[in-house]
């Protein structure tokens, strides 16, 4: 079993309350806590590994993390315990039966 992410950026919240945990009411994501966790883990275990396929939070993430904590990110990532898939800033509708539509998700 590989975990990924798979937050749906401005699905019930907007970009900046999924990342930080706000409006709970609509919805309990908190997008920060999550990556510190993964990484927190995977910084623990080389067996383990994770699929990241929101690049916008990620980049938020990146953004906000002290160096300590991007040097390990760094070495966890160069281990090959995370992969980034897809490489969008958000994942595509897999529901859009038109190819058209998904390039421009992209």
Do not use: H
Not at 45 to 60: H, V
Not at 62 to 77: G, L
Request: aromatic share 14%; net charge positive.
């Amino acid at each position: 079993m590989v975990p990924y992410s798979w937050n749906k950026v401005g699905n019930k919240k907007t970009l900046d309350q999924s990342y930080t945990g706000t409006k709970n009411g609509l919805a309990k994501e908190k997008v920060s806590l999550m990556l510190d966790n993964v990484f927190y883990q995977l910084g623990k275990d080389a067996s383990r590994r994770f699929t990241i396929t929101q690049i916008k939070y990620f980049q938020m993430w990146w953004s906000r993390i002290p160096q300590q904590q991007k040097d390990e990110a760094k070495k966890i990532i160069k281990n090959g315990q995370v992969e980034f898939a897809q490489g969008g800033w958000v994942s595509p509708d897999e529901d859009t039966t038109n190819y058209e539509d998904f390039i421009l998700n992209m």
